[in-house]
Nanobody, 125 residues
Framework: VQLQASGGGLVQAGGSLRLSCAAS????????MAWFRQAPGKERQFVGA????????IYADSVKGRFTLSRDNAKNTVYLQIDSLNSEDTAVYYC???????????????????WGQGTLVTVSS
């Protein structure tokens, strides 16, 4: 199984980015997909997750209204649209896959089976 995250970069505050995570080696729609992030010196933080079918989605309170998760099961890819970037969004962003068991979307990193390598987002003021 491979998860390949991409799309990070240096962005000015107020700008937008779209991160992508391409999956291979797994039955993509059988996995809920999530994004986490880790800022320098901080613990990894849940950002959001999307169910295998594409809905529903859940988000951390800190990103609601600015972050949008989506997935394209035909392309085995999950996306994270980030708008109105601010300095607190600077972090390495990781995608993760959680084999579907039941109807819940999970927020704990320990529940996820596979991880991408991360893509760095840096927001300049």
């Amino acid at each position: 199984v491979q998860l390949q995250a991409s799309g990070g970069g240096l962005v000015q505050a107020g700008g937008s980015l779209r991160l992508s995570c391409a999956a291979s080696g797994l039955t993509f729609r059988s996995y809920n997909m999530a994004w986490f992030r880790q800022a320098p010196g901080k613990e990894r933080q849940f950002v959001g997750a999307v169910y295998g079918s594409g809905s529903p989605t859940i988000y951390a309170d800190s990103v609601k209204g600015r972050f949008t998760l989506s997935r394209d099961n035909a392309k085995n890819t999950v996306y994270l649209q980030i708008d109105s970037l601010n300095s607190e969004d600077t972090a390495v962003y990781y995608c993760a896959a959680d084999r579907i068991v039941g109807w819940n979307l999970r927020e704990s990193s320990s529940d996820y089976d596979y991880w991408g390598q991360g893509t760095l987002v840096t927001v300049s003021s």
